[in-house]
């Protein structure tokens, strides 16, 4: 009976993943030696049984608890309560302790242990003795045993006493829970780190955060907040390849971490970073720390033999004059990281009033977005582009916003918060079918630009959409140009360069705008045959101020010739550059010198009402 209860006993103190509960163990071990002396004293005073049959049934209850004992998984040791002597002690209680139980039982922790150890496993004898309650260590350093102090343990030790209360054994239990204590610190610490660099994430820098603050709020100091954005990190997975953008990262938040000063530094994603500087940190400390990052994270850097170049732009906040709650501090971080990027990236920007002014007004232009189409606050402009000689060749569809409050917004301002928040898309499509609407009922049969944003090669069904709009509105696909930037073929180039050449399928022209600003423009015109290459304004504008320039533009000309691909000169706006392109033999210009983005009603003649010609002479 006794075998069968204490069996079951030890199935319910194992949990389903094997593990065994050390309290619940300890009590079982416990009741088994006093159910033990309960038998002997059971079965000599129970009658009729031969003192043989006595002897057999103690037998067997020892054996078996024996070959229980034995064979538990953990630790399990028993001593005489008066002196500590041990009298039992199983298998995995001889691994623990690294020797024989023989060189054990019947001797006492002084001849066992070095000095300093047996006494401290005398005094907690002594203690569970005089106080007879069990003595629980949960997750503690080793103190004996083969396996060294570098091993986490669990351990109960418990008094067993006699019929008359006295104490007659000590037993104790002991389980090594390294492994699982390491595997739950590992889990914590990828629950708190970024699994790339290993720095600590946006939940940790939160919580380090937060402890700033409170700390800053009691002794009235102040610190700083630095918000961090890689530059032309994108074109680096790009280039080489994610592989070889992540050994980059790796090694930027190596340096990051290397010049911060011991500055708490986290990724908080992508390729963005947050910096908690010292309290009581002075600005001008702060702003020398921010240029010293931004210049160690400008230098070439090479990672298995790929050599790139990576900038930094940094946003700076205060506590307390930039904000006292943590939300407002990373925002304002973030404000002045976006005003450092938008004045030419690799800079250094603190927080002002009037970047939280301007961050404001931009949220409100990108609400007053959603209703600018609904509300037919789009218009279309359009302005002409020439031979050098003059002659209208056609026009650029350009959009502008004519906002009910604020007048005309900037081109340049409402572009980029469409392209965030994928309201380009519809604003693209409107821009697209007026332009080809339009350009279908001109008397004269002149070409129409219109541009189109990455996004909308990256989303939608862009292919779709432009020979619905062709069919719509009746024009002529050889009669309609479309202008990309390089970011079109930024990300997935394979997809994009597909898309490009479905397009030009439908009869359509393919130009590459802003040629020469961007990252690998010479390499997209051995991918793809560009119907025309229009110089960046840029150029044009400083032909006259730098002679890098003028090399620029004559260079751009020279390979056009070579590939046979027409140019445009973009920012055409005084005759001596219209010279000095038409002497350099550049086809074909538009800007102001020819005439500005207007209602297309300004050009009425030009697009063969009331035809009369014009040449520009």
């Not at 070959?67 to 309560?81: D, G, M, R």
């Not at 004559?554 to 005084?574: F, M, Q, S, Y």
Request: proline share 4%; charged share 25%; hydrophobic share 45%.
């Amino acid at each position: 009976m006794m075998h069968r209860l204490f069996a079951e006993q030890v199935r319910c103190a194992t949990d389903a993943a094997g593990q065994v509960d050390l309290v619940k163990l300890g009590e079982l071990v416990s009741a088994a030696y006093e159910a033990g002396d309960r038998d002997r004293q059971r079965l000599t005073d129970v009658r009729g049984h031969t003192h043989d049959e006595v002897e057999q049934d103690l037998l067997r209850t020892q054996e078996f608890l024996d070959t229980i004992v034995e064979n538990i998984p953990i630790a399990v040791f028993a001593k005489c309560a008066k002196d500590s002597r041990y009298i039992l002690l199983n298998r995995a209680g001889e691994a623990y302790y690294g020797m024989p139980r023989e060189q054990m039982l019947g001797k006492t922790p002084e001849e066992i242990f070095p000095a300093d150890v047996a006494r401290m496993v005398n005094e907690q004898d002594r203690r569970v003795v005089a106080s007879g309650m069990p003595m629980v260590l949960e997750e503690h350093l080793l103190e004996v045993g083969v396996k060294g102090h570098d091993r986490v343990v669990n351990s109960r030790k418990m008094l067993i006493t006699d019929g008359a209360g006295e104490p007659q054994y000590l037993v104790g239990v002991i389980e090594d829970v390294t492994e699982r204590v390491n595997i739950q610190q590992r889990i914590s610490h990828l629950a708190h780190h970024d699994a790339l660099t290993d720095l600590p994430n946006r939940i940790a820098f939160n919580a380090a955060l937060n402890e700033r603050l409170e700390r800053a709020q009691q002794a009235a100091t102040s610190f700083a907040v630095l918000s961090l954005d890689l530059d032309r990190f994108k074109d680096v997975n790009d280039v080489f390849g994610h592989p070889v953008g992540d050994m980059m990262m790796r090694a930027t938040a190596e340096r990051l971490v290397a010049e911060a000063e011991g500055a708490f530094v986290a990724r908080i994603g992508g390729d963005e970073f947050m910096v908690l500087m010292a309290d009581e940190i002075r600005r001008d400390d702060v702003l020398s720390l921010a240029e010293r990052l931004v210049e160690v994270i400008g230098r070439e850097l090479e990672v298995d033999d790929f050599l790139s170049h990576v900038g930094l732009s940094v946003g700076i906040a205060i506590y307390p004059d930039d904000g006292v709650d943590a939300a407002t501090l990373v925002a304002n971080a973030d404000s002045a990281l976006y005003r450092a990027k938008r004045e030419g990236r690799g800079r250094v920007c603190f927080f002002e009033t009037a970047m939280d002014r301007e961050l404001r007004d931009r949220r409100l232009l990108q609400r007053d977005l959603r209703q600018a189409l609904e509300q037919n606050q789009f218009q279309v402009h359009f302005q002409p582009q020439a031979r050098m000689d003059g002659e209208i060749i056609g026009f650029e569809a350009l959009v502008r916003w004519n906002h009910p409050m604020r007048g005309f917004v900037p081109p340049d301002l409402f572009i980029p918060l469409a392209e965030e928040n994928g309201l380009i898309i519809e604003i693209g499509e409107w821009v697209l079918r007026e332009a080809c609407r339009e350009a279908a009922s001109w008397p004269r049969p002149l070409q129409v630009a219109v541009n189109l944003s990455p996004v909308q090669f990256q989303t939608g069904d862009l292919e779709r959409s432009v020979h619905q709009i062709l069919l719509e509105t009746g024009l002529a696909p050889t009669r309609l140009e479309v202008e990309i930037t390089e970011g079109v073929l930024i990300g997935d180039f394979t997809c994009a360069l597909n898309l490009l050449r479905r397009l030009k399928a439908l009869g359509i022209r393919i130009a590459m705008d802003d040629f020469g600003t961007g990252y690998s423009s010479l390499s997209y015109l051995q991918s793809f045959p560009f119907d025309k290459i229009k110089i960046d304004r840029s150029f044009v504008l400083n032909l006259g101020a730098t002679p890098q320039s003028a090399e620029i533009v004559r260079a751009v000309l020279g390979l056009a010739r070579a590939l046979h691909i027409p140019v445009v000169a973009e920012g055409v706006e005084t005759e001596a550059q219209r010279t000095f392109l038409e002497r350099e033999a550049c086809e074909e210009m538009q800007g102001y010198l020819i005439g500005r983005p207007e209602p297309i009603e300004r050009y009425a003649s030009l697009i063969g009402i009331n035809v009369e010609r014009r040449r520009y002479a």
